[in-house]
């Protein structure tokens, strides 16, 4: 009987953890902005490396273009791959629990979207079909810029 409240208590107690473990994957570490906008709420150094991606795609569309537009699908694919699924591979998990699910969410669809561009540019699609990809992507990056920010938590 004594194990048995034990068991129950330790199997409430496992649950009590997922559930606060899903809570925080769910809504991330947030707080209200000034702006309107959420802000997710970071150590310095996970704030400078969510910037330095975001950095990392802006240049890549800005590769995206300048292939497009020079009709180079080499350098199409190298700047859509550098900014793929490989590079979103080695987040800390400590980190991407910090971040609101639909941010996450629209973040790794920006990554897919750029391995998709790559893909395209392999299979011979033509640039304006890459463009079209490329500017629905973009749709994603002010979506997420216009929701939320990031701020140095103490």
């Known amino acids: 009987m004594k194990s048995n409240k034990i068991a129950l208590i ?15 994957f769910i809504r991330g570490s947030t707080t209200a902005g000034a702006d309107g906008r959420t802000a997710v709420v970071l150590q310095p150094v996970e704030r400078d490396l969510v910037l330095t991606e975001m950095r990392g795609l802006l240049s890549s569309t800005q590769g ?24 979103a591979a080695d987040v800390n998990p400590a980190l991407m629990a910090k971040l609101p699910l639909e941010f996450k969410t629209l973040g790794m669809s920006v990554h897919r ?42």
């Not at 409430?12 to 899903?22: D, H, K, M, R, S």
């Not at 180079?72 to 699924?85: C, T």
């Open 113 to 154: 979207d750029m391995d998709e561009i790559a893909n395209a540019a392999e299979g011979g699609t033509p640039a304006p079909e890459i463009l079209k990809v490329l500017s629905n992507t973009l749709i994603k990056c002010v979506a997420c810029h216009s929701a939320w920010q990031l701020k140095v938590g103490n």
């Open 10 to 24: 330790a199997l409430l107690l496992w649950v009590a953890t997922i559930a606060v473990f899903a809570w925080f």
């Open 64 to 87: 995206i273009l300048e292939g497009a537009n020079r009709g180079d699908v080499k350098r199409i694919i190298q700047a859509s791959r550098a900014a793929g699924m490989a590079a």
